[in-house]
């Protein structure tokens, strides 16, 4: 049977050649790397799907953009041209570019978040939750019930409870500097969230004064699972459902990596001034001047640029159709996933493909290991790793509710075929499964609270 998929919808133009390091390396590799994907060298993995942030393709009318490229130090040309792509894509009047997302979190966190301060969500990803933890703050998850549920398909798994938001400003009140929704969810599987809940969590933020952020960078991604999913919005384009998103907040944080498409930067964008100016100190201190904001010219053109080809319906149907396309086949091996496929990765479930590794061995890493030794493949485990915390009162570890090990997709950098070998070595994992037999302890971890998976030092034990 001829499987149909979408093509792409771009020509090659440029190669970057790659290899399969053998066996013997890729143990060689485990065991200088710690046995911590992030530990690995470019060059020991063939396929690399430790993150869609940054390491995507950029197109041509990007390539000629970056040679416009104004380098002066104060309102340079190429900030002016990012500023009327931000109007246009998004309707913001106040930009505040930095060199990338985390940088956007550190001047927004930082400008508006105090110790003791609580701060609603979906669900925040691990940097975001570290620059909350950092200025001695918490976040507080307030995601539907069926995020926590691999299985389950709502399309819009990523949505807020609004009952539980509403519970959370009544308990925690004016400590609340603002409320952040982040579109799609990665914590939770790249889900989507739709255009009727982020109307319901502006009403509500509308309501009792506090600002609404959205945490942005999967934006367009998510625009395109509203038209197919949302009754409503399926005669609108992407752009109108883009735009009408971003009606809907105050504010926005940008990793610009993701999908403006671009290898550095990231945005704050404000609705008024008055916000515009509590987070402005911030960045000049921390990333660079106001129409800079620590980024080349060259990469603001590229920026500016990479808004505007987001929204293209085209790409968007075959970037979101090269996931599932991976989510098939895996689902035609067994292997258990995140459903429905989200929007830039997959995610598999590594407490239910490898059940008998407790969640204190780190099965989503070891999973991860597993991936790389097969194929050469690189993932990240975001489980216990990454979420587990403290209980402050009794000093036990509170492990995360998902324990999960990602597979995020390149924008425009890897063909189908490549997702058929992933499928293919996963899938092979998953047939020795009952032959892992060890678990991931950690040696070394900074004390970074929200951090130390990134420079974890782990190594296998038995249990």
């Not at 620059?131 to 399309?155: K, L, Q, W, Y």
């Not at 067994?334 to 008998?356: C, Q, S």
């Amino acid at each position: 049977m001829v499987r149909r998929i979408q093509p792409e919808p771009f020509r090659i133009k440029m190669v970057e050649p790659v290899s399969i390091p053998d066996a013997a390396q890729r143990e060689e590799a485990l065991k200088t790397g710690h046995f911590n994907m992030f530990g690995l060298r470019g060059e020991d993995v063939y396929i690399d799907l430790l993150t869609d942030s940054g390491t995507g393709a950029m197109s041509k009318y990007q390539w000629a953009a970056l040679m416009k490229g104004d380098e002066a130090y104060a309102g340079a040309t190429s900030f002016y041209a990012l500023k009327e792509a931000v109007k246009d894509v998004l309707g913001f009047d106040y930009v505040i570019p930095c060199h990338q997302g985390r940088a956007a979190e550190n001047v927004t966190f930082g400008s508006l978040a105090k110790p003791g301060d609580k701060i609603p969500f979906n669900m925040p990803f691990d940097t975001t939750r570290a620059h909350i933890f950092n200025v001695g703050a918490e976040p507080v998850d307030c995601v539907i019930d069926e995020a926590f549920d691999p299985e389950c398909r709502h399309p819009f798994k990523g949505n807020v409870d609004i009952p539980k938001l509403e519970k959370a400003i009544a308990t925690y009140g004016d400590k609340i500097p603002l409320i952040m929704v982040t579109i799609t969810n990665n914590s939770g599987g790249g889900q989507p969230v739709s255009l009727e809940n982020l109307r319901q969590v502006s009403a509500v933020a509308r309501k009792h004064k506090i600002p609404l952020f959205l945490d942005a960078a999967r934006m367009a991604e998510n625009a395109y699972f509203i038209k197919v999913r949302e009754e409503a919005c399926k005669s609108l384009s992407v752009g109108q459902i883009l735009r009408a998103c971003m009606d809907c907040a105050d504010a926005i944080t940008v990793s610009a990596k993701k999908d403006p498409l671009v290898n550095i930067g990231g945005l704050v964008c404000t609705r008024t001034e008055d916000l515009y100016y509590r987070i402005l100190p911030r960045v000049i201190l921390c990333e660079g001047f106001a129409t800079y904001g620590g980024l080349a010219g060259r990469d603001l053109e590229c920026l500016a640029q990479g808004l505007r080809e987001m929204v293209d319906e085209q790409y968007l149907a075959h970037r979101v159709a090269q996931v599932a396309y991976l989510g098939d086949l895996l689902e035609e091996g067994g292997v258990p996933f995140v459903k429905p496929a989200g929007g830039h990765a997959i995610f598999i479930d590594a407490a239910a493909f490898l059940p008998h590794i407790p969640q204190k061995y780190y099965p989503a890493d070891v999973l991860a290991v597993e991936v790389y030794r097969e194929g050469a493949i690189r993932g990240i485990g975001l489980g216990a790793l990454a979420f587990a915390t403290k209980d402050e009162a009794t000093g036990e570890t509170v492990y995360p509710k998902l324990e999960l090990f990602r597979l995020a997709i390149n924008r425009r950098t890897y063909t189908n075929s490549h997702m058929e070998y992933v499928a293919q070595s996963i899938v092979d994992v998953y047939k020795r499964r009952d032959r892992i037999r060890y678990g991931l302890e950690v040696g070394f971890a900074p004390a970074a609270k929200g951090l130390h998976h990134f420079l974890a030092h782990l190594h296998p034990v038995q249990f």
